[in-house]
C-alpha cells in the first residue's frame, strides 16, 4: 500500500532548472523523514538531501548544496526538490525515500538528463 511517485524529471540545458515531485500515500506523511537519492550511469545510489518530518530541517549534500532546495507539503503528502543552475553531473535517476522506523521505502524515480 505505500507508494512514492516521483514526477517533474526530464531534458534540460545546463544552467536550467527542473522542480521534482514526490507525492506519498499509504502511510503517515507527517512522521516520516524523506529525502532524495540518485543515481547516475554506471554509479552508485548517491544521497543528495533529506527534509525533516515537520519540514523544518533540512541537509544538503555537498555537490548540490546552495543549487537545490528540498521542500514538503503536508495537505498534500508530498516532497519538493527544486533543483537550479543544473549541471550535466546532476544527469540521472532521481529516487525518493521515506523512512518509517527501520523500514526504508522508495519510489520508481525519475530520470533527469542535463545536456546542450
Known amino acids: 500500500e505505500v507508494q512514492l511517485v516521483e514526477s517533474g524529471g526530464g531534458l534540460v540545458q545546463p544552467g536550467g532548472s527542473l522542480r521534482l515531485s514526490c507525492a506519498a500515500s499509504?502511510?503517515?506523511?507527517?512522521?516520516?523523514?524523506m529525502s532524495w537519492f540518485r543515481q547516475a550511469p554506471g554509479k552508485g545510489l548517491e544521497w543528495v538531501s533529506s527534509i525533516t518530518s515537520d519540514g523544518i530541517g533540512t541537509t544538503y549534500a555537498n555537490s548540490v548544496k546552495g543549487r537545490f532546495t528540498i521542500s514538503s507539503d503536508n495537505a498534500k503528502n508530498t516532497v519538493y526538490l527544486q533543483m537550479n543552475s543544473l549541471k550535466p553531473e546532476d544527469t540521472g535517476v532521481y529516487y525518493c525515500?521515506?523512512?518509517?522506523?527501520?523500514?526504508?521505502?522508495w519510489g520508481q524515480g525519475t530520470q533527469v538528463t542535463v545536456s546542450s
Open positions: 499509504g502511510f503517515t506523511f507527517s512522521t516520516s523523514p
Open positions: 525515500n521515506a523512512r518509517q522506523v527501520s523500514i526504508d521505502y
